[in-house]
């Protein structure tokens, strides 16, 4: 039996400390992201904690995957890999023509066949030209795949 099994759920709320411990620009009084459809979680067979988490949303017919999160302690062994699949799988299901996200480490993503494209191309507004990290240590990018 596998320790750590894939669950959806909607109690993003739930998810946000697991976001922040990660590194990503999200605050705990941030409101629930817009248009969001589902969230993945990873927990633990063993204990019931999560130790991963990701999440889709829906705008104007537009799917973006938000928030990919792993355990720092537990990166590296293809949980993240999960996550996203399961993300890209719903959102292909539901008849995404595409998925757009915005990443902090755009080589993960590449391996999924995602692009880099213009900010200005994307369906939703980033904030990360204003984040003091952005190109201080974080070269974050909007990508894009299409099914």
């Known amino acids: 039996m596998e320790r750590f099994v894939l669950k959806k759920t909607m109690d993003y709320e739930s998810m946000v400390d697991l976001f922040v411990r990660s590194g990503l620009e999200i605050s705990p009084d941030d409101p629930r992201p817009e248009g969001l459809v589902t969230c993945f979680e990873l927990v633990d067979t063993d204990d019931g904690r999560r130790i991963g988490a990701s999440g889709l949303c829906c705008s104007d017919g537009e799917y973006v995957l938000r928030c990919v999160a792993v355990e720092e302690g537990l990166r590296g062994n293809g949980y993240g890999r999960k996550l996203v699949s399961a993300v890209m799988e ?20 590449k391996k999924f066949r995602f692009e880099v494209v213009p900010r200005e191309e ?7 030209g204003e984040c003091p990290q952005y190109h201080n ?11």
Do not use: H, N, Q
């Not at 719903?90 to 993503?109: H, M, N, Q, S």
């Not at 240590?137 to 099914?147: D, K, L, N, P, T």
């Open 90 to 109: 719903e959102a292909g299901r539901l008849g995404a023509k595409r998925i757009w996200l915005t990443a902090k480490v755009p080589e993960f993503y």
């Open 122 to 128: 994307a369906p939703f507004v980033t904030k990360c």
């Open 137 to 147: 240590g974080c070269e974050s990018e909007v990508m894009v795949f299409s099914y």
